[in-house]
């Protein structure tokens, strides 16, 4: 009868010391750990602030102008809007009046230019409704899309993941952000591109397919946006390839222009 009694003693101790050593490993773990090693926020600068707009995800979407869209073999009269994302360690930050030196990716031989309006959000949500998406934005930018076309249909071709084709190193080339305060929201004026001086794209911001009002209510049905996130609006017919050396300007009326050089792949 003692040796129960003691067994049960020593289980009942046992309770309740892993119940202790629980509620400390809680207690432990409720604290934030400190990183392991340090990460740098992507941060885009923003005119007129000394503060930079950090960035959480980028989202793009696809085929948003009619004539690209069917420059890339689709129909824009009857699909919907389609995204992707980028890293945000893509970003290239290209300042006012300088010429970005952008590196040659690796892989690819076909390397393609897209110039598009970038939305910035300040606040985002789920199911935003399309009225009220506007109220999310914080300012606008004049970005790149670049492309390793040669990849991204190489994949599209095997029905798999083209993300080889558009996230990688530098793919999203940017100029400063500027506050809807300053500029509005952009929904007409000429979007252009040219490369060593002869224009490649040009078309007007109104010919978007799905406004960035409408880019957010649809992208907020799928995901939970929220502030940090930038929006790649989409690029006009056109794109084509850049080698090295060649220079290339980018114009959105109401912004000023970004232009990068293309330069040799980094070592």
């Known amino acids: 009868m003692a040796t129960h009694i003691n067994r049960r003693v020593a289980l009942a101790g046992a309770a309740a010391g892993l119940a202790l050593a629980g509620t ?9 750990p400190a990183p392991l ?61 300088s010429v970005g030196e952008h590196p040659y990716p690796s892989l690819t031989k076909n390397y393609h230019h897209e110039v598009e309006l970038v939305a910035a959000l300040k606040s985002g949500g789920r199911n935003i409704p399309v009225d009220q998406a506007l109220q999310h934005v914080y300012g606008y930018a004049v970005g790149l899309d670049m492309t390793r076309r040669d990849l991204q249909r190489e994949m599209g071709d095997q029905k798999k993941p083209w993300e080889i084709g558009k996230s990688f190193d530098h793919a999203a080339p940017i100029g400063p952000i500027h506050p809807v305060a300053k500029v509005g929201h952009p929904q007409k004026g000429a979007i252009s ?10 078309a007007d911001l109104n ?28 690029t006009p017919e056109n794109v084509g390839p850049v080698v090295k050396d060649d220079v290339l300007l980018c114009k959105i009326d109401g912004l000023p222009d970004m232009s990068i050089r293309i330069v040799a792949a980094q070592a």
């Open 24 to 32: 400390e490993v809680q207690a432990q773990s409720a604290k934030p």
């Open 37 to 97: 090693f340090p990460l740098p926020q992507t941060m885009i600068p923003i005119v007129g602030e000394e503060r930079g707009f950090p960035v959480r995800r980028i989202y793009c979407i696809g085929r948003n102008y009619a004539a690209h869209s069917r420059e890339m073999g689709s129909d824009p009269t009857r699909e919907p809007p389609f995204f992707f994302q980028k890293p945000t360690d893509a970003i290239q930050f290209v300042d006012i009046g």
């Open 193 to 202: 591109l040219a490369v060593n001086g002869k224009v490649r794209q040009s």
């Open 207 to 234: 010919q978007m397919i799905w406004s960035v009002a409408e880019q957010i209510a649809h992208l907020s049905m799928a995901f939970e946006l929220a502030a940090g996130d930038i929006i790649y609006s989409g």
